[in-house]
């Protein structure tokens, strides 16, 4: 059983920086592409950032653009979201998913785990 366990996140001021880890465990870490997701109080849950089990592409949201990036560690089996710039509208709870397949994909419905959840919050 393919677990993925998120840590970090948290508040932060606008402008500010943030970091979220997402470790997965159970699975082979070279076998899944990898996406963030993020979904505001109301809102729908939307595509981040997403990056290939490879490591070498990755593509971003326009809305995060220029931003927030994806890493991917194989030692540690971890996967990567680092934030700067931020403005509250990054406001939500970002979740971290991994899919049985090289190519990462924008839609939430390609994606076979997810991890729980973090809540970044971002004051004006």
């Known amino acids: 059983q393919v677990h993925l366990a998120e840590s970090g996140g948290g508040s932060a001021q606008a402008g500010g920086s943030l970091r979220i880890s997402c470790e997965v465990s159970g699975g082979t870490f070279a076998d899944y592409s990898m996406g963030w997701f993020r979904q505001g109080q109301g809102k729908e849950r939307e595509f981040v950032v997403g990056l290939s089990s490879s490591g070498f592409l990755s593509h971003a949201a326009d809305s995060v653009k220029g931003r927030f990036t994806i890493s991917r560690d194989s030692a540690k089996t971890t996967v990567y979201l680092n934030m700067k710039a931020l403005i509250p509208e990054d406001t939500a709870v970002y979740y971290c998913?991994?899919?049985?397949?090289?190519?990462?994909?924008?839609?939430?419905?390609?994606?076979?785990?997810w991890g729980q959840g973090t809540q970044v919050t971002v004051s004006s």
């Open positions: 998913a991994a899919r049985s397949s090289t190519v990462y994909s924008p839609r939430h419905s390609d994606y076979d785990f």
